[in-house]
């Protein structure tokens, strides 16, 4: 199995709402990530988890809030997002210094 | 912080041309990837080039990597509609990080 899934496909949310992105690998891959994209612009990374700890933030607002409950999955908790936050948001798993797998992303509208 | 920069920004060729895109990147690396997206989808890695290695193949893919320039470049041969896509590059600096850079839109016309 060389699937990254992530669900939901299309999530619409208003500000005040709170919804969680999830992702799952089942390559043993023991990296896993989140970026946020913009249209046209490349990923921007969020955060890595590594061997389940949280080894990187990249200054990322606290209204986005990640967790993760093993190593097969990674979860994005979203709690009064902004619209300028839609965009379409990646995960993806990798063992540490190699290339990475991508899932098909979570497009999030924020009303 | 955008480590790498592709060149061009946007690259139209007839379908059979050759497509060539540079990368250039400001600090060392442990390794330089390339990642294909089709429009609104998730990325597909491409090829992994360390640090040590000039140069690599893949099906219709060449990947060389210049250090002493901090540059790259990715040639896809014979090139197919199929190939219309955005093009990124991504550099390694270390363990668990890659930065993208604002990638190469290319459009392949019949």
């Known amino acids: 199995d060389t699937e990254v899934t992530q669900t939901p496909k299309h999530l619409v949310m208003g500000m005040t709402n709170k919804k969680s992105l999830k992702c799952e690998q089942h390559?043993?891959?023991?990296?896993m990530y989140w970026y946020k994209q913009k249209a046209k612009k490349p990923p921007e990374l969020m955060f890595v988890?590594?061997?389940?700890?949280?080894?990187i933030n990249e200054s990322v607002p606290s209204r986005f809030s990640p967790e993760c409950p093993n190593s097969s999955l990674l979860n994005l908790h979203l709690h009064a997002l902004q619209p300028e936050d839609s965009a379409l948001y990646l995960c993806?798993?990798?063992?540490?210094?190699?290339?990475?797998?991508f899932g098909p992303g979570t497009r999030l509208t924020v009303l | 912080s955008q480590q790498g920069e592709e060149d061009p920004q946007a690259l139209s060729i007839q379908e059979g041309e050759n497509a060539t895109m540079n990368c250039s990147y400001k600090?060392?690396?442990?390794?330089l990837q390339w990642y294909r997206q089709n429009s609104g989808r998730g990325l597909v890695h491409l090829i992994l080039?360390?640090?040590?290695?000039r140069e690599k193949h893949s099906g219709r893919l060449r990947v060389t990597l210049d250090t002493s320039k901090k540059s790259s470049s990715l040639l896809i041969t014979a090139s197919r509609a199929a190939d219309t896509a955005s093009y990124f590059c991504a550099t390694d600096a270390r363990d668990d990080k890659i930065i993208f850079g604002k990638g190469t839109r290319l459009h392949i016309l019949p």
């Open positions: 390559m043993g891959h023991r990296a």
């Open positions: 600090t060392s690396i442990n390794n």
């Open positions: 080039i360390r640090s040590n290695e």
């Open positions: 993806a798993s990798s063992q540490p210094g190699n290339e990475q797998f």
């Open positions: 988890y590594s061997y389940e700890k949280l080894s």
